[in-house]
């Protein structure tokens, strides 16, 4: 069974359960997978690595509203988003810790033989593939700038 099946069947079986936060959340993520189907020329179906990164897209973006919020001092609206990030992390493979991302780094850095700042981009052409999905993008690109520098 596939990523967006999984994701349906889970939304069925909060339905019938009365649990709210979690359908309202993987509707919006069906949702969001099925606008990035049907976006372009010709629609298509999401291979789970696509579906993979629809997911982290969107709990970015709880992240982000969650920590908008928060500094707004709306520590409600914070809680709910983080709530709906907590249910689309159950879908998301497991994160990298900080030293398994700095490992990955230094063995790109290595492998590209990169010896400064200019050759950031050899360096995540690298490292992407090996971490999309597991870290957040902008975090890796920092560990890598860092390790450059």
Do not use: C, H, W
């Amino acid at each position: 069974m596939g990523l967006k099946e999984t994701l349906q069947s889970d939304l069925t079986e909060a339905i019938r359960g009365r649990d709210e936060v979690t359908s309202g959340t993987i509707r919006m993520v069906l949702a969001a997978i099925t606008n990035e189907e049907v976006s372009g020329k010709v629609a298509r179906v999401l291979a789970d690595a696509e579906i993979i990164t629809v997911l982290s897209r969107e709990a970015k973006k709880r992240r982000e509203a969650a920590e908008a919020y928060k500094d707004a001092g709306r520590a409600d609206k914070a809680e709910a988003e983080t709530n709906e990030g907590k249910v689309i992390a159950k879908y998301l493979p497991a994160q990298l810790s900080e030293d398994e991302v700095k490992k990955i780094v230094a063995d790109a850095i290595a492998e590209a033989g990169a010896t400064g700042p200019q050759d950031m981009g050899k360096v995540m052409k690298i490292v992407q593939p090996k971490t999309a999905g597991k870290a957040d993008g902008g975090f890796v690109s920092g560990l890598v700038k860092a390790a450059l520098n």
